[in-house]
């Protein structure tokens, strides 16, 4: 899940705007207010996390990039962990017993109706791997598993 940001050469543009010294650097403290108004939202720990390991009060564009890139890097983790614990928590709707498992026909009629429309042979191929000896399926794992496999394209 990837946002789209400003470009390295847009990026030095728009870090000129918060230098108020003239002299190419932002202040240290400045970092979360930039990050924010570029459309990251990093919490005040990250912030403090990344700036803490510079030991200047003011930043440079050199100085400003790496840490951005670790606020768009720390972004799509947590986009990726939320789209995660949705679907998790969808799936535990049809957890009945709350133990953490659903049976692959509960998983199999959702398949089948919603989306793609998977036939019960489809839905099986794809479910096949996640299902133990008492037909039940480990719906956090298996959503983990599928979203996580990088041999994905």
């Known amino acids: ?8 050469s847009e990026m030095r543009d728009y870090f000129s705007l918060f230098d108020t010294k ?5 202040a240290k403290g400045d970092f ?16 403090s996390t990344l700036t803490s390991n ?14 951005w890139q670790s606020v768009i890097k720390m972004e799509e983790e947590r986009a990726d962990t939320y789209g995660q614990d949705k679907i998790v ?8 017993e709350g133990n953490g498992q659903i049976t692959i026909s509960d998983v199999q009629n959702i398949l089948e109706k919603l989306g793609e429309r998977l036939s019960g ?4 191929a794809i479910l096949g791997q996640f299902v133990d000896s008492e037909g039940r399926i480990e719906y ?14």
């Open 140 to 153: 956090e794992k298996m959503v983990n598993t599928i979203l996580n496999d990088d041999s994905r394209p």
């Open 22 to 26: 003239g002299d190419g650097k932002i």
């Open 121 to 124: 042979e489809e839905s099986g």
């Open 32 to 47: 979360g207010t930039v990050s924010r108004s570029l459309g990251a939202n990093p919490t005040n720990k990250e912030i």
């Open 54 to 67: 510079s030991g200047k009060d003011r930043l440079s564009f050199e100085d400003f990039y790496p840490m």
């Open 89 to 96: 928590s969808g799936f535990r709707a049809f957890d009945r």
């Open 1 to 8: 899940m990837s946002r789209n940001y400003l470009g390295e």
